[in-house]
């Protein structure tokens, strides 16, 4: 089996894309970092969510120190930038290359991202941004049926929801 390292911005993203990526064959590892995400008690709720799910699927959490700061810093200037425009660009560069660089140090040939489980989220930019590294593997995690799944196990495991992306700039 080879080896993927998955990013995963949450529990209930998690569940489906794990469900896919073991049915591709891969030996999934969840990598957790989510600087973006406000406030810090949110990212909390969200990484315990994803413990539960890496408990039920029986898989490693590794999780990257939080700084917010720095990813500030990143969009600074694109913070009233619409939903899915140049901030969340910004955003997934910052979260898939924070992947990319936990993949390479730790021998993992490949890895991917749940942000594309999200019918919120555009797969197309997520693979564009995402193939300027060697080691992506694109998977549109919401087709077939997995917008659905997610939920359905979400439920089945009773994970914490929630209502928006992450940074303070979506929730206004």
Same mark, same amino acid.
């Given at each position: 089996?080879?080896?993927?390292?998955?990013?995963?911005?949450?529990?209930?993203?998690?569940?489906?894309?794990?469900?896919?990526?073991?049915?591709?064959? %891969?030996?999934?590892?969840?990598?957790?970092?989510?600087?973006?995400?406000?406030?810090?008690?949110?990212?909390?709720?969200?990484?315990?969510?994803?413990?539960?799910?890496?408990?039920?699927?029986?898989?490693?959490?590794?999780?990257?120190?939080y700084d917010h700061e720095r990813w500030l810093?990143?969009?600074?200037?694109?913070?009233?930038?619409?939903?899915?425009?140049?901030?969340?660009?910004?955003?997934?560069?910052y979260n898939l290359k924070e992947a990319a660089?936990?993949?390479?140090?730790?021998?993992?040939?490949?890895?991917?991202?749940?942000?594309?489980?999200?019918?919120?989220?555009?797969?197309?930019?997520?693979?564009?941004?995402?193939?300027?590294?060697?080691?992506?593997?694109?998977?549109?995690?919401?087709?077939?049926?997995?917008?659905?799944r997610s939920i359905a196990l979400s439920k089945?495991?009773?994970? %914490?929801?929630?209502? %928006?992306?992450?940074?303070?700039?979506?929730?206004?």
């Amino acid at each position: 089996m080879e080896k993927l390292l998955l990013h995963c911005c949450c529990g209930p993203c998690s569940t489906a894309s794990i469900e896919r990526l073991q049915a591709l064959g %891969y030996e999934v590892l969840l990598f957790f970092g989510n600087s973006n995400i406000f406030p810090p008690t949110e990212r909390e709720k969200r990484l315990e969510a994803l413990l539960q799910v890496s408990s039920h699927f029986n898989l490693e959490v590794i999780t990257a120190p939080y700084d917010h700061e720095r990813w500030l810093g990143i969009i600074k200037g694109h913070e009233e930038a619409k939903e899915g425009g140049s901030r969340c660009h910004l955003c997934f560069e910052y979260n898939l290359k924070e992947a990319a660089e936990e993949a390479r140090k730790r021998g993992i040939p490949n890895f991917t991202t749940t942000l594309t489980v999200s019918p919120h989220k555009s797969s197309p930019l997520i693979f564009q941004v995402g193939e300027s590294f060697e080691n992506f593997v694109a998977v549109d995690f919401k087709k077939r049926g997995g917008f659905q799944r997610s939920i359905a196990l979400s439920k089945l495991l009773e994970l %914490y929801r929630q209502d %928006y992306c992450g940074c303070e700039f979506s929730k206004l």
